[in-house]
């Protein structure tokens, strides 16, 4: 059994930008097309969520998180759609039960995910 997000911090996100395949080929994941070509996606974890624009074939992200129930075990999918995005996206997380916290900096398709201390 892998361990769940159980708190999720968006610190920045600037010009983050995913491929709408991408996104429509993650597991669980429901992606619906609402008014001005806004995109949201849910279903990944139990706290997943991707909102955003459409422009051409790529998502704007204005909102992205993960957690709760089958974060710990989607993580991976998670961060490979990470390496297929462009721009920069920097967020924490406390692991369930307080046992770890980590930080994901991403930056152009580029994820390092580090323990942290607060």
Do not use: H
């Not at 600037?14 to 429509?24: A, C, E, F, K, Y």
């Not at 989607?74 to 967020?91: C, H, N």
């Amino acid at each position: 059994m892998s361990y769940n997000i159980s708190s999720w911090n968006t610190k920045k996100i600037d010009s983050l930008s995913i491929p709408l395949g991408v996104i429509q080929g993650l597991d669980y994941t429901k992606v619906e097309l609402q008014e001005e070509n806004r995109i949201s996606a849910v279903g990944l974890s139990e706290m997943f969520q991707l909102t955003g624009v459409l422009e051409g074939e790529n998502v704007q992200v204005s909102k992205i998180c993960t957690g709760s129930e089958g974060s710990g075990s989607t993580w991976e999918s998670f961060v490979e759609m990470l390496r297929q995005s462009k721009g920069e996206l920097i967020a924490t997380q406390v692991w369930e039960g307080g046992d770890s916290i980590t930080k994901l900096t991403v930056k152009d398709g580029k994820v390092i995910e580090e323990d942290i201390e607060i």
